[in-house]
């Protein structure tokens, strides 16, 4: 069943949406050759914290981490450590949750760090349209294929590969509530309402759909070893469009 959020849920989420933001701002400034991921996890807890909300991820089905740190060739759920360390050159994707007053944000954006090669750049810049193309159809009437053929079509234009086992999902209560939304057209005509709010979440590949589980039996990378990137937002329908609830409130 999907959720309708009420007037009141929907200003917890939009305050749980701007700690998110607040992290991932952050995350901007700090992200530089030579940073390990738990010195980012450790930041993003500190700021999660200090706004008296709950970090999401830790301990969801035992995640160890606040953030979930994915580099290159990784698409998501990388686990933070002290020995993980970014370079020049690198992307890194960080996805953050934070539950505020029982609501949940749910935001994942990837960094260049430093100078990174131009198909890297044309990756970042594709998986960022194809979020907000997604994110255009985010309105009461259209169905959710609406959203996952907008993305679609970005990715095949610029040949990008789409992950296919990993997708959107409603978020509110619980960081994975219905519906599941699909990166590519599965002629879902799930009706979208007024009131639904569905974490958009493409994730692109240079190279092939395919991935696979590390060990860890977390770490989510390409098979083919190509670069990955992932960029989310916790999203709002409105009857006049939309609110995208993981930026900064003014
Ligand atoms: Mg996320
Ligand atoms: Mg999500």
Redesign the pocket.
Known sequence: MINKKSRDEIKRMRHAGHIVALVHKKMKEVIEPGISTKELDDIAHKIIRAERAIPTFLGYNGFPGCICASINEQVVHGIPHEDVKVKEGDIISV?VGATYAGMVG?S?WTYPVGNVSDEVQRLLKTTEESLFAGIAQMKAGNVLDDISSAIEAVAVREKMGIVRQYG??G?GHE?HEDPFLFNYRVGDKTLIKSGYAI?I?PMLNLGCDEVVVADDEWTVSTKDGKPSAHF?HTVLATDDGNIIMTQLME
Request: aromatic share 0%; glycine share 10%; proline share 0%.
């Open positions: 996805d749910d994942a959107g999902h978020v960081m974490a979440e989310e």
